[in-house]
T-cell receptor
Framework: ETGVTQSPTHLIKTRGQQVTLRCSSQ?????VSWYQQALGQGPQFIFQ???????GRGNFPPRFSGLQFPNYSSELNVNALELDDSALYLC??????????????FGSGTQLSVL | AQSVSQHNHHVILSEAASLELGCNYS??????LFWYVQYPGQHLQLLLK??????LVKGIKGFEAEFIKSKFSFNLRKPSVQWSDTAEYFC???????????FGKGNQVVVIP
C-alpha cells in the first residue's frame, strides 16, 4: 500500500458535465501530482501542487483545474467533459519540495468514462 | 520537453527466460530515469531509478537497468523471469529540478508458467 487513496474508483459521466476527483496523500507529503492515463498509453502529467500552489502544468487545457488543501489532500476538476477525457486519473504524492528524483507514491486511480 | 519511447509493447515469454525492455528518451539536459511497474489490479510502483554514479542500477525483484548516455537509453533487464513478473512496465524520465515524470507507453509483459 502506498498510503495514497483516490475516490471514487470508477465514475461515469456524460459529455459536457463536470467532474471532481479526490486524492488523499500519504501522511506528511506536501507535493501532489495528477496524471491522465488513456487506454494503451503511459501516464501523462497534468499538473502538480506544492504547498497549495500550482507548481507546473502539462499540456492540458484550462478546463482541467486543481486544488490542494492545507491537509495536503487534493482535487482534480474537469469542466465540459469530452469523450477523450475518458481515462484513468492517477494521483501521486511525494515528500518535500519537488526538486527532482523524489519517490512518487501513486494511488490506484479513478477510472472515468465519458459517454 | 522530455519524451520517452518504449518498443515491443506486448511481450510474451516463458518462465526462466530472460527479459530485456528497451527505453530511449529525448532530452538535452540532465535527467533522472525510472522504471515503474504495475502488477494486475495494483498501483504503479517504483522498480528502480538512476540519478547519477554507476550506470548499472539494481532494483527490486532481481531487475536491473543500464543507463547509456551516448544512446539516451535506459534498458531494463532480468536474467530469469517468473510468472509473478507479469505486469506492465513503464519507463519514465524527469529533468533535474522537477519531479514531473514523462512516461513511455509501457510494455505489457506476460510470463507463461
Amino acid at each position: 500500500e502506498t498510503g495514497v487513496t483516490q475516490s471514487p474508483t470508477h465514475l461515469i459521466k456524460t459529455r459536457g458535465q463536470q467532474v471532481t476527483l479526490r486524492c488523499s496523500s500519504q501522511s506528511g507529503h506536501n507535493t501532489v501530482s495528477w496524471y491522465q492515463q488513456a487506454l494503451g498509453q503511459g501516464p501523462q502529467f497534468i499538473f502538480q501542487y506544492y504547498r497549495e500552489e500550482e507548481n507546473g502544468r502539462g499540456n492540458f487545457p484550462p478546463r482541467f483545474s486543481g486544488l490542494q488543501f492545507p491537509n495536503y489532500s487534493s482535487e482534480l476538476n474537469v469542466n465540459a467533459l469530452e469523450l477523450d477525457d475518458s481515462a484513468l486519473y492517477l494521483c501521486a504524492s511525494s515528500l518535500g519540495a519537488p526538486k527532482g528524483g523524489e519517490k512518487l507514491f501513486f494511488g490506484s486511480g479513478t477510472q472515468l468514462s465519458v459517454l | 520537453a522530455q519524451s520517452v519511447s518504449q518498443h515491443n509493447h506486448h511481450v510474451i515469454l516463458s518462465e526462466a527466460a530472460s527479459l530485456e525492455l528497451g527505453c530511449n528518451y529525448s532530452y538535452g539536459g540532465t535527467v533522472n530515469l525510472f522504471w515503474y511497474v504495475q502488477y494486475p489490479g495494483q498501483h504503479l510502483q517504483l522498480l528502480l531509478k538512476y540519478f547519477s554514479g554507476d550506470p548499472l542500477v539494481k532494483g527490486i525483484k532481481g531487475f536491473e537497468a543500464e543507463f547509456i548516455k551516448s544512446k539516451f537509453s535506459f534498458n531494463l533487464r532480468k536474467p530469469s523471469v517468473q510468472w509473478s513478473d507479469t505486469a506492465e512496465y513503464f519507463c519514465a524520465v524527469n529533468a533535474q529540478g522537477n519531479n514531473r515524470l514523462a512516461f513511455g507507453k509501457g510494455n505489457q509483459v506476460v510470463v507463461i508458467p
